[in-house]
């Protein structure tokens, strides 16, 4: 049977994962330009962001896993191409969900640089390895901005259904 809203859960990951995806991106942008010297603040900023980097990348497999697996949420009420139109955007907000995370971290273990936790050392996955770094480096920014685009008409798509359509779209992810 389908369901006409989304469970608890999804609606309590899609918010907790909104929150914390807008200030990941806000840190990443804003501590590049922190200085390189040797106060340590730059390096410190850099594993604040890794470890919370990791949390999300450990939750979206979460949310993705329960998105295959919850009972099937019906479309909105419109028309099939606007339907098939929304669930791409969905489908590739989930993609992109998954890609940041995994760049930044495959960019990390590339680099060399021991990857912390929260504190705790991860087990050394690799060797440094230049063009590997640099191909995750690019992909993680390019994926990142993406992301960032693509929230930007997410969040315009649900301002025209809940203000303009009237769809009470909010109660479906609440
Ligand atoms: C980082 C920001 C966000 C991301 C990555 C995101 C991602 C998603 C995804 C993937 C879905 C599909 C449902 C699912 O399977 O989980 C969804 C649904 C939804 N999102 Fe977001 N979202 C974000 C922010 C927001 C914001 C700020 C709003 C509103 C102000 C919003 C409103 C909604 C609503 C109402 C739905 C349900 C659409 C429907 O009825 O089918 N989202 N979101
Ligand atoms: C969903 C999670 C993540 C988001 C949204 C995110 C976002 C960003 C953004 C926006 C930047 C700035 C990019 C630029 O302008 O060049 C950045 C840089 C960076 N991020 Fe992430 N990131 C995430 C996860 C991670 C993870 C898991 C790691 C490593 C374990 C990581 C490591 C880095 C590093 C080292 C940089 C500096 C630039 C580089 O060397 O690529 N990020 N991130």
Redesign the pocket.
């Given at each position: 049977m389908q369901r006409i809203r989304?469970d608890r859960f999804?609606v309590t990951l899609?918010w907790l994962?909104?929150a914390l995806?807008?200030g990941q991106i806000a840190l990443g942008m804003w501590m590049l330009g922190l200085p390189k010297d040797s106060t340590g603040l730059r390096a410190s900023w850099f594993n604040v962001h890794k470890s919370w980097g990791m949390v999300l990348g450990l939750l979206i497999v979460l949310?993705l896993a329960w998105?295959l697996l919850r009972p099937r949420?019906a479309a909105?009420p419109q028309a099939r191409t606007m339907q098939q139109l929304?669930a791409a955007a969905?489908r590739l907000?989930?993609a992109l969900?998954f890609v940041v995370p995994l760049s930044g971290f495959l960019g990390s273990v590339f680099s060399g640089y021991p990857i912390r936790f929260f504190g705790i050392v991860l087990p050394k996955l690799g060797q440094r390895w230049e063009a590997g770094k640099e191909l995750m480096s690019a992909l993680h920014q390019g994926s990142a901005v993406a992301l960032l685009l693509l929230?930007a008409l997410?969040?315009a798509a649900?301002v025209y259904h809940q203000f303009v359509l009237k769809h009470a779209?909010?109660q479906?992810?609440r």
């Open positions: 989304y999804s899609h994962m909104a995806l807008l949310r998105a949420v909105l929304a969905h907000l989930y969900m929230i997410h969040v649900f779209l909010i479906r992810m």
